[in-house]
């Protein structure tokens, strides 16, 4: 079964610090690949996705993430956050082959940014 | 344009009470996804219904939990005889198919307790 890892589960950043949360999972096919983002009391939201080509994929925000496969990680980036990137925020694997059924979530960051 | 809608957004429950969640999917799309978030951990998926079919309940509990997803309305998960440890944030997606690189959408959650 696949697993994912995520390995911070609280992080507090000053404001305009630079920002990478990692992500590791198990699965030894293709996948692909999600970081999702949850605001205080709010809706998951879709922040990037990776399916193919470039691993190197631009979020919104101004997140991205890189898809290393070698690593099986999927660390996402910010150069600096804001105190608004305040959230909780997770990342998803999916077998390529699978419908969105088969995602399997990571336990989630909780990024905390001071003003 | 709504996107998913879940209510209701808190529910509290008395143990051994019946707790109803409602989720109805955005427009056009006809897959719902239930999720289970139990504290301090990631999203846990339950099951995955289109219109008036179970495609895959591999994440159900065996015993009080059901869902459905009719023909015409919302999509529901009923949890039966609700016991503390059914305390969660429950997660509803909707996609527009069942395709491998699919994206879902997430409502905003029910919040059940159960005291």
């Known amino acids: 079964a696949q697993s994912v890892s995520q390995h911070n589960h609280h992080v507090i950043l000053s404001e305009a610090a630079s920002l990478e949360l990692g992500c590791n999972y198990s699965?030894?096919?293709?996948?692909?690949l999600f970081w999702y983002v949850q605001y205080p009391g709010q809706h998951l939201q879709l922040l990037l996705k990776?399916?193919?080509?470039?691993?190197l994929v631009k979020g919104i925000k101004g997140f991205e993430a890189e898809f290393i496969k070698s690593k099986f990680s999927f660390n996402l980036r910010k150069p600096s956050v804001q105190w608004s990137d305040t959230a909780e925020y997770f990342c998803?694997?999916?077998?390529?082959?699978?419908?969105?059924?088969?995602?399997?979530f990571g336990t989630g960051t909780k990024l905390q940014v001071i003003p | 344009n709504a996107g998913v809608m879940q209510n209701p957004r808190h529910l509290v429950r008395r143990r051994g009470q019946e707790a109803r969640l409602r989720c109805s999917p955005m427009?056009?799309?006809?897959?719902v996804y239930w999720y289970r978030q139990l504290p301090e951990e990631g999203l846990k998926f339950m099951v995955y219904?289109?219109?008036?079919?179970?495609?895959?309940e591999s994440g159900m509990p065996k015993e009080r939990f059901s869902a459905e997803f009719p023909k015409e309305g919302p999509s529901i998960l009923r949890i039966q005889q609700v016991v503390r440890g059914d305390s969660a944030a429950y997660f509803c997606?909707?996609?527009?198919?069942?395709?491998?690189?699919?994206?879902?959408?997430f409502g905003q959650g029910t919040r059940l307790t159960v005291v």
């Open positions: 699965y030894g096919g293709t996948v692909n």
């Open positions: 427009k056009g799309h006809s897959h």
């Open positions: 219904l289109q219109k008036e079919n179970i495609i895959d």
């Open positions: 990776y399916f193919s080509g470039d691993p």
């Open positions: 997606a909707s996609s527009p198919s069942g395709e491998g690189n699919t994206e879902a959408f």
């Open positions: 998803a694997v999916n077998p390529y082959s699978g419908g969105y059924q088969k995602v399997t």
